[in-house]
């Protein structure tokens, strides 16, 4: 999609961080915004920024874990500008827990907002934008942590590798249509997932928090992380380039390289096992 002028984008996940300048990008650049996010207040400024600044914009309170909430937001967005031409699934969290130590309640929290949020968006958006005809476009932020195993916690490492799973199987699914995807993995950016627990709903919370102090299980040579407006702009350069996958570190390709080796290691020859028959 090389020209965004006029046409409409809803941004999950839009009131900080990432999607809060992939919001501001993109009315930079002319789109609609829908501004989206379980924080209302924070979507609000977004958007009223956004008018202030001679553009066009909406905020809608949605959380993306809840399958009606975003059903209410297509609505909102269909009513308000028609045609949703860019839909980028953003909202996300991260929650810094060893898989061995999380609770049924925290996977299902991460995997909530994390999958299940993006699994939402398309249902409710893909129908349309295919059904118009009209050239349209997907962004799933998934992370490097959705090819390279997070140090943090395995519930967020299986979300974004669902989300990597997803996005590239969409991306063969769609060949022959108008419509593009593109998989956002970013590597360190400087925003508030650190900080994902303000958002945790209390019906999520875990009743027994006794778990042990969080230590990661490794550790990332990575670049100084960057500024949220260089990944938005990185962002938009991928839709606008039709690219499956946006990445933001280079550091991250020698990580890809020596994940790859590893699992490559582990083909056993066949010979053995056929001869045992
Ligand atoms: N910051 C990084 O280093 C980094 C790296 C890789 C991937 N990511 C991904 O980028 C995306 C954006 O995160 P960020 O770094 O900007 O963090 P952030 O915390 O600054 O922004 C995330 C936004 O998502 C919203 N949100 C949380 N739960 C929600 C829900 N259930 N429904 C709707 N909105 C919800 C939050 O209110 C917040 O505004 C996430 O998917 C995250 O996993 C971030």
Redesign the pocket.
């Given at each position: 999609m090389e020209d965004l002028q006029g046409r409409t984008a809803v941004v999950?996940?839009?009131?900080?961080?990432?999607?809060?300048a992939l919001a501001r990008v993109l009315a930079a650049e002319g789109c609609r915004v829908v501004v989206?996010?379980?924080?209302l207040d924070?979507a609000a400024a977004v958007a009223d920024a956004i008018t202030a600044d001679g553009g066009s914009a909406l905020a809608v309170r949605?959380?993306?874990?809840d399958r009606g909430s975003v059903q209410e937001l297509a609505a909102a967005a269909r009513e308000r500008f028609g045609l949703v031409h860019l839909l980028c699934n953003?909202?996300?969290?991260?929650y810094h827990r060893r898989g061995i130590h999380a609770t049924y309640e925290d996977w299902r929290w991460v995997l909530g907002?994390?999958l299940d949020?993006v699994v939402h968006g398309i249902t409710e958006f893909l129908p349309d934008m295919l059904d118009s005809g009209q050239e349209c476009h997907i962004v799933n932020?998934?992370?490097?942590?959705g090819i390279v195993p997070s140090a943090q916690s395995a519930m967020y490492s299986a979300s974004?590798y669902g989300v990597v799973g997803l996005t590239e199987t969409l991306h063969n699914e769609l060949a022959g249509t108008r419509v593009g995807v593109t998989a956002l993995?970013?590597?360190?950016?400087?925003?508030?997932?650190t900080?994902?627990v303000r958002?945790r709903p209390a019906e999520a919370a875990t009743a027994d928090d006794t778990r042990p102090a969080h230590v990661p299980s490794g550790s990332f040579d990575l670049s100084p992380?960057l500024d949220?407006e260089v990944v938005a702009r990185m962002t938009v350069g991928g839709v606008r380039e039709g690219r499956l996958y946006v990445f933001t570190d280079p550091k991250v390709k020698d990580l890809i390289v020596a994940h790859r080796e590893r699992m490559l290691a582990d083909f056993a020859p066949l010979d053995a096992f056929l001869a045992a028959r």
């Amino acid at each position: 999609m090389e020209d965004l002028q006029g046409r409409t984008a809803v941004v999950t996940g839009a009131a900080s961080g990432i999607g809060a300048a992939l919001a501001r990008v993109l009315a930079a650049e002319g789109c609609r915004v829908v501004v989206s996010d379980v924080e209302l207040d924070g979507a609000a400024a977004v958007a009223d920024a956004i008018t202030a600044d001679g553009g066009s914009a909406l905020a809608v309170r949605t959380d993306v874990a809840d399958r009606g909430s975003v059903q209410e937001l297509a609505a909102a967005a269909r009513e308000r500008f028609g045609l949703v031409h860019l839909l980028c699934n953003n909202a996300g969290v991260s929650y810094h827990r060893r898989g061995i130590h999380a609770t049924y309640e925290d996977w299902r929290w991460v995997l909530g907002v994390n999958l299940d949020g993006v699994v939402h968006g398309i249902t409710e958006f893909l129908p349309d934008m295919l059904d118009s005809g009209q050239e349209c476009h997907i962004v799933n932020t998934a992370s490097m942590n959705g090819i390279v195993p997070s140090a943090q916690s395995a519930m967020y490492s299986a979300s974004k590798y669902g989300v990597v799973g997803l996005t590239e199987t969409l991306h063969n699914e769609l060949a022959g249509t108008r419509v593009g995807v593109t998989a956002l993995c970013p590597a360190g950016v400087r925003t508030r997932i650190t900080d994902s627990v303000r958002n945790r709903p209390a019906e999520a919370a875990t009743a027994d928090d006794t778990r042990p102090a969080h230590v990661p299980s490794g550790s990332f040579d990575l670049s100084p992380a960057l500024d949220p407006e260089v990944v938005a702009r990185m962002t938009v350069g991928g839709v606008r380039e039709g690219r499956l996958y946006v990445f933001t570190d280079p550091k991250v390709k020698d990580l890809i390289v020596a994940h790859r080796e590893r699992m490559l290691a582990d083909f056993a020859p066949l010979d053995a096992f056929l001869a045992a028959r």
